[in-house]
């Protein structure tokens, strides 16, 4: 019995069509400050097409992903804050 390598995937930079609504989760990433990590992941796999390569870039990615939410966190408990010492 052979086992077969599964192939990577076939990773593609989309174009966005002027038509297109933009993707809800291309809004987010654009939002968070980190497109340009995420970016950085797109083009690796799209050079690569194996995740295991673009290990450094995966995890820019997810740590400039956790500092906004972290950011993001503190910012929302600052407003919790202000908002019950006014009540």
Do not use: Y
């Not at 609504?21 to 194996?50: K, T």
């Not at 906004?68 to 202000?82: I, P, V």
């Amino acid at each position: 019995m052979s086992t077969s390598v599964p192939q990577g995937h076939t990773w593609t930079q989309r174009v966005k069509k002027d038509d297109e609504e933009e993707d809800p989760l291309d809004q987010l990433i654009s939002r968070s400050g980190c497109a340009a990590s995420h970016f950085a992941v797109q083009e690796c796999m799209a050079q690569h097409q194996d995740w295991r390569q673009c290990q450094p870039q995966v995890q820019a990615f997810k740590d400039c992903m956790n500092e906004q939410q972290a950011r993001r966190q503190e910012e929302l408990q600052r407003r919790q804050e202000q908002a019950s010492a006014h009540h």
